[in-house]
């Protein structure tokens, strides 16, 4: 019995190691891990006692294995894990109606808390928006990141830790929105949400909500059609 013990102690010690190197960012998610040879040589451990704490990672969806092809990062912590399995049985519609919420309370908060060098990561990032939707030179994954950075700079600038790591862990699904936004006609949205910067730089939390409801009703408009139709 005490044997048992200390080999799942052993195997729990391994695992925390793994997930240290996950959460910290060392390995990448969408990266491929070490070796498994490799990974009993650097942390002096069996191989079942490596494999036991790979499967509790994979149990929990921080990793995924792939026959033949090896071992994945899939998410950076088990809270990102978790939603983005439970994301994964939710429509566009529901994910933007989710953003929709964060982005509001994001930007309220933001208009209170934000520091000038907030405002100049939200101006950096909307330059960058703006460079890559330029002209014929375009680059949309180029304006993807970005978007996706200027999006996380408006929550980072709400102060709540909370929040900007529930919007971190929803990060895969939120991206649908920034991919469609760009063939909305009609649409009084400009790269790099100038409206919504104005108005966190003016502390203006009502203009910013006004901004937010307004690109999130453009992006849900097509999405709301289908499911009234459906």
């Not at 049985?89 to 929709?100: F, I, Y």
């Not at 309370?105 to 330059?127: K, P, V």
């Not at 700079?153 to 699904?173: I, M, P, T, W």
Request: hydrophobic residues 40%; charged residues 30%.
């Amino acid at each position: 019995m005490f044997e048992k013990l200390e080999k799942q102690t052993l195997s729990g010690r391994v695992y925390a190691q793994l997930e240290a190197l996950i959460t910290g960012g060392e390995w990448d998610i969408g990266s491929r891990i070490p070796r498994e040879a490799d990974l009993m040589e650097s942390l002096g451990v069996s191989r079942n006692t490596l494999r036991e704490a790979i499967r509790g990672l994979v149990q929990v969806g921080l990793l995924e294995t792939r026959q033949g092809d090896g071992t994945f990062v899939t998410a950076n912590s088990e809270l990102s894990a978790i939603l983005h399995k439970r994301m994964r049985r939710s429509s566009v519609l529901e994910a933007l109606e989710v953003q929709h919420a964060l982005d509001r309370e994001a930007a309220a908060l933001a208009c209170r808390r934000r520091t000038d060098e907030d405002l100049e990561r939200l101006d950096r990032f909307a330059a960058q928006c703006r460079e890559a939707m330029n002209g014929e030179a375009e680059d949309p994954d180029a304006f993807k990141q970005a978007d996706w950075n200027l999006h996380r700079a408006v929550v980072a600038a709400s102060g709540n830790v909370l929040l900007a790591d529930l919007y971190e862990s929803l990060f895969e699904k939120l991206q649908i929105s920034i991919t469609v936004n760009r063939g909305i006609a009609g649409s009084r949205y400009e790269v790099g949400h100038p409206e919504l910067i104005a108005a966190i730089r003016e502390r203006d939390a009502e203009r910013a909500a006004r901004a937010v409801d307004d690109y999130i009703a453009r992006f849900k408009a097509p999405h709301e059609q289908e499911h009234s139709e459906a």
